[in-house]
C-alpha cells in the first residue's frame, strides 16, 4: 500500500486558480471514484473540503472544486485567498478495504 | 455537531505499548465507522485503521500484526493500541469519522484535534 502521488508545493497569487494533482495507481483512484480532500493548517486538525471526488460539505466556499481522470483526482482552488494557504491531502478508498493518502501538498499564496 | 477528543499517554519509551482514547460527543457511533489516523511531525498523514459499533475492524496491512481498535459503544469511546513502539511511531495521532458505504471509504470527517506521542530512550 504505497501513498498517493502530489506534488511537494504548488504557488499562485491572490486571485488566480491552482490545481493539486493526486496520483494513484488502479488499486486506490484508478478503480473508486471516492477520492476526498483534507485541507490542514500548521497545529490544526484536517479538514474535508471535497468528497466523492467532486462534491463539497456544505460550509465548504465552492472556490474548491475535484475531478477525477483515469488515475489521476485533481483539487482546484479558484480566486486563490490568503487563508487559503495550508497542506492539502488527497485520500481514496483501495483494495483490501483500507485507505491510503497522499503525501500532501503546501500551498503558498505569493 | 459531532466533536472527538483523543487521549493517553504522551512520551513512551521503546517497546513500550501505546494506548489512545477517542470520545465521541454530540452523536451515535452507528451508522459510522471510527478510525485512527497519525502524522509524523513535518510529515504526511497514515491511516491506521477502523471500527464499526459493531466491532469490527480493518486495518493498515504494515501496521497490522501490532494495533488492536476497540470499541465501548456504551461509553461512546473507542481505542488505539499499538504494541512494541519505536521511535517511528512518534507522531501526532488523530481519531476521526469515517463514512463507509459497502465498506468502501466516502469521507472522513469530523476529527479530533490530535495528541502527539513521542517514543524516546
Known amino acids: 500500500q504505497s501513498a498517493l502521488t502530489q506534488p511537494a508545493s504548488v504557488s499562485g497569487s491572490p486571485g488566480q486558480s491552482i490545481t493539486i494533482s493526486c496520483s494513484g495507481t488502479?488499486?486506490?483512484?484508478?478503480?473508486?471514484?471516492?477520492v476526498s480532500w483534507y485541507q490542514q493548517h500548521p497545529g490544526k486538525a484536517p479538514k474535508l473540503m471535497i468528497f466523492e471526488g467532486n462534491k463539497r460539505p456544505s460550509a465548504v466556499s465552492d472556490r474548491f472544486s475535484g475531478s477525477k481522470s483515469g488515475k489521476t483526482a485533481s483539487l482546484t482552488i479558484s480566486g486563490l485567498q490568503a487563508e487559503d494557504e495550508a497542506d492539502y491531502y488527497c485520500c481514496s478508498y483501495a483494495d483490501r478495504v483500507t485507505v491510503v493518502f497522499g503525501g500532501g501538498t503546501k500551498v503558498t499564496v505569493l | 455537531q459531532v466533536q472527538l477528543q483523543e487521549w493517553g499517554a504522551g512520551l513512551l519509551k521503546p517497546s513500550e505499548t501505546l494506548s489512545l482514547t477517542c470520545a465521541v460527543y454530540?452523536?451515535?457511533?452507528?451508522?459510522?465507522?471510527w478510525s485512527w489516523i497519525r502524522q509524523p511531525p513535518g510529515k504526511g498523514l497514515e491511516w491506521i485503521g477502523e471500527i464499526n459499533d459493531s466491532g469490527t475492524t480493518n486495518y493498515n496491512p504494515s501496521l497490522k500484526s501490532r494495533v488492536t481498535i476497540s470499541v465501548d459503544p456504551s461509553r461512546k469511546q473507542f481505542s488505539l493500541n499499538m504494541t512494541s513502539v519505536t521511535a517511528a511511531d512518534t507522531a501526532t495521532y488523530f481519531c476521526a469519522r469515517e463514512k463507509r458505504q459497502w465498506l468502501i471509504t466516502h469521507w472522513i470527517d469530523p476529527w479530533g484535534q490530535g495528541t502527539l506521542v513521542s517514543v524516546s530512550s
Open positions: 454530540g452523536g451515535s457511533l452507528s451508522g459510522y465507522h
Open positions: 488502479t488499486s486506490d483512484v484508478g478503480s473508486y471514484n471516492f
